[in-house]
């Protein structure tokens, strides 16, 4: 493990304990760093204004979360569904926007997006006369672009465990009497909750602390927390203030992280009890 624990200490302990030191310092007067120890930083995290920068972000990236599940679970289940030889060529194409850049995806939204974009002449096309919708540079354009830059995430983590569940439980379930409906959510859904976990902190860790898709796709009226960290480090120079936030954003992170994989130890305490019961 030596190895393994050298790269992760040298690429990720390191600069997250350097970002943290630098949080407990004061900015200069013309920018930088005053090596001068301070908690002002981390107090100035909680005041209203940033609170709710924090609160905007987690709501934007928890909306983004719940369409992702339900889009990627639905694809998902139909792949599962969908015959063994062709599955892992719905696979392919799941992921298949991974092959390009982030950048490259994301700007593929401006062009669809923008007042004269393909929406726009799509709409026209059908007799469309008054004024073009606008779409890019809203709140729900930075949703469209995180729910479509990580998909394929929510995807591959849900897919998991429905490709693994027995189909003879189903089977038993419709035979005992059960509408479909009902061995969906009593059966298939209950199996596959932690890859539907899984899948939603993926996407919520990663969207809570994006700043390309609110720059690019927001026009900068919509400020997230990832844009407000790069502002002070690149535009205000507050580098300890920056640094304050980040770290902030970090605990966020791990604390969902947490709670995850706490919630999904459970589970899997509780399925191995439920069998053991059921052998005994």
């Known amino acids: ?9 040298a690429l990720m302990v390191v600069p997250c304990a350097l970002v943290l030191a630098l949080a407990f310092f004061r900015r200069g007067i013309y920018g930088g760093i005053e090596y001068t120890f301070t908690l002002e930083n981390f107090g100035l995290v909680f005041d209203p204004l940033y609170a709710g920068i924090f609160l905007n972000s987690a709501r934007i990236a928890g909306t983004a979360t719940l369409i992702a599940v339900i889009i990627g679970y639905a694809a998902a289940y139909a792949i ?7 599955q892992p060529v719905f696979l392919f194409f799941a992921v298949l926007p991974f092959w390009s850049n982030y950048l490259i995806r994301t700007y593929a939204w401006i ?7 393909l929406i726009t002449q799509l709409l026209r096309w059908f007799g469309y006369t008054g004024e073009p919708p ?14 479509y830059n990580y998909l394929p995430f929510v995807i591959l983590a849900c897919y998991a465990p429905l490709s693994r569940l027995n189909p003879e439980l189903a089977e038993a379930s419709r035979d005992l009497g059960a509408s479909a409906l009902t061995t969906f959510r009593r059966v298939i859904l209950p199996l596959t909750v932690p890859g539907i976990a899984a899948g939603a902190v993926f996407v919520f860790v990663l969207s809570i602390g994006n700043f390309v898709t609110p720059a690019l796709l927001g026009g900068g009226r919509f ?9 002070q480090f690149l535009t ?3 580098w300890p203030f920056g640094a304050a936030l980040a770290m902030a954003l970090i605990a966020i992170m791990l604390l969902v992280l947490m709670t995850q994989a706490l919630l999904a130890d459970r589970a899997a305490g509780r399925a191995a009890e439920a069998k053991g019961g059921a052998n005994g």
């Open 111 to 117: 062009v669809l997006l923008n007042r004269e974009g």
């Open 1 to 9: 493990m030596a190895p393994a624990l050298a790269w992760l200490t």
């Open 223 to 231: 400020q997230m927390i990832g844009n407000l960290v790069y502002d």
């Open 80 to 86: 599962s569904a969908a015959p063994r030889r062709l």
């Open 134 to 147: 606008s779409m890019l540079y809203t709140e729900g354009a930075v949703i469209a672009g995180l729910v």
């Open 236 to 238: 205000a120079n507050d």
